[in-house]
């Protein structure tokens, strides 16, 4: 748990939303597929080059100071070695969901959790014996090779008589400029949404402390929320973010050929699928919390917390597909300011209200606030 929030930061930073910009770039079908890959590599070398670097200088920072266990050591050094297979991973995927080919898709994401879930299962033990630091370590390598078995796979469905013209190799500046258009706001917002929650625990904290609440209400109450009631309430935003993934290149071709009614049409048409699986599963929780965190985590804490936000929480499913609409018209810095008035609204209602003797009820308001003001900005900018 210490070492996943430093993988998946250094993760966003390394593929810098290109896999995106390239989904829907590809799909929009102006652009040689071919031209645009060779124009992403350059970038990709770049910041891998740079990214290993920095976190070869900086593990010792980092495990020391930062996550203050030196024992993360050679697990963040694992982690560049890791980096570029997870990259290349990523932009095989995006030129299959461009091209709206889900089979190799799905049969990638199959074979790479197989092969992680193997190598769990036969290595994890082992490596145990020796100690935690080299178990961890092992767990972040072996992404080495479930990543390589999902790019395997994609090179497999890869069209088998691909002629590269000596112009292909060349890098062309307006694919360059267009990826990095769509790809760094998109990695913003991400960025903007791993301060925040980096922030929240501990704005929380203080301000439970000053109001004279104690280190164990405040870490118990705090847990049952992130670790039971949060997971709980956002299950069904699997199905929004599947949804989502698979409507990107879907909008961007029909966009790109000034087809806004039949975009329109099957917006309205993923927002009724999230809906429809949605609501049902808030209902449910909503009604019986006490049956679903007994049947999962087997307690009852928590309860109150879920009949609170699930609610809201429909809005949150609705976010995905949204932002697939955004981005597919073009407006991916509509979704960075999104996030960025989101998430400001969390913190600063958050450092405001944990001063007003609520207790955990200032981060739900805060919560609530910030999916309520997200929605709402995404929906007036689809209808601009």
């Known amino acids: 748990m210490l070492i996943l929030p430093t993988f998946l930061l250094f993760i966003n930073i390394s593929q810098l939303g ?6 829907k770039l590809v799909a929009e079908e102006k652009r040689s597929t ?3 890959f060779f124009s992403t590599i350059p970038i990709l070398l770049i ?10 200088f900086f593990a010792p920072f980092l495990s020391k100071n930062l996550l203050h266990n030196q024992e993360t050591y050679w697990s963040i050094l694992a982690i560049a070695l890791v980096l570029p297979f997870t990259s290349t991973s990523s932009i095989c995927r995006s030129y299959f969901l461009g091209k709206q080919k889900m089979l190799p898709h799905v049969i990638s994401n199959i074979t790479e959790d197989l092969v992680r879930l193997l190598l769990i299962y036969f290595g994890i033990t082992h490596f145990l014996s020796y100690g935690l630091k080299y178990a961890v370590c092992y767990l972040v390598l072996s992404n080495i090779i479930s990543e390589s078995s999902s790019t395997l796979v994609f090179l497999f469905f890869l069209p088998k008589q691909i002629k590269l013209k000596k112009q292909d190799l060349i890098p062309n500046k307006e694919n360059i400029k267009d990826t990095l258009l769509i790809g760094i706001p998109n990695t913003a917002s991400r960025f903007l949404g791993s301060i925040a929650f980096f922030l929240e625990p501990i704005i929380l904290t203080n301000g439970l402390l000053k ?3 104690t280190t164990t209400y405040i870490t118990k109450e705090y847990g049952i929320l992130s670790g039971y009631v949060m997971p ?27 087809e806004k009614q039949k975009a329109k049409r099957k917006l309205l048409f993923a927002i009724l699928i999230t809906l429809g699986m949605a609501i049902p599963i808030t209902l449910l929780l909503t009604l019986f919390p006490t049956l679903f965190l007994k049947m999962i985590y087997h307690t009852e804490e928590g309860a109150f917390y ?11 499913y609705l976010q995905a597909p949204l932002a697939s609409c955004l981005d597919a018209m073009g407006k991916t810095k509509d979704n960075l300011i999104a996030s960025l008035l989101g998430m400001s609204t969390r913190t600063i209602l958050l450092y405001f209200l944990s001063s007003l003797r609520i207790g955990l009820f200032c981060l739900l308001i805060a919560i609530g606030c910030n999916i309520v003001i997200t929605t709402l900005y995404q929906i007036k900018k689809i209808k601009e």
């Not at 910041?47 to 070869?56: E, M, S």
């Not at 929004?240 to 290149?249: E, H, T, W």
């Open 18 to 23: 290109l896999p995106l910009a390239l989904s």
């Open 34 to 36: 071919k031209e645009l």
């Open 47 to 56: 910041i891998h080059i740079l990214l290993i670097a920095g976190i070869i």
């Open 211 to 213: 109001c004279g609440y």
């Open 232 to 258: 709980l309430i956002l299950l069904p935003s699997f199905f929004s973010q599947s949804i989502s993934q698979a409507l990107l290149p879907i909008l961007s071709k029909e966009y790109a050929n000034h």
């Open 306 to 316: 879920i009949k609170l936000l699930a609610p809201i929480c429909i809005l949150e």
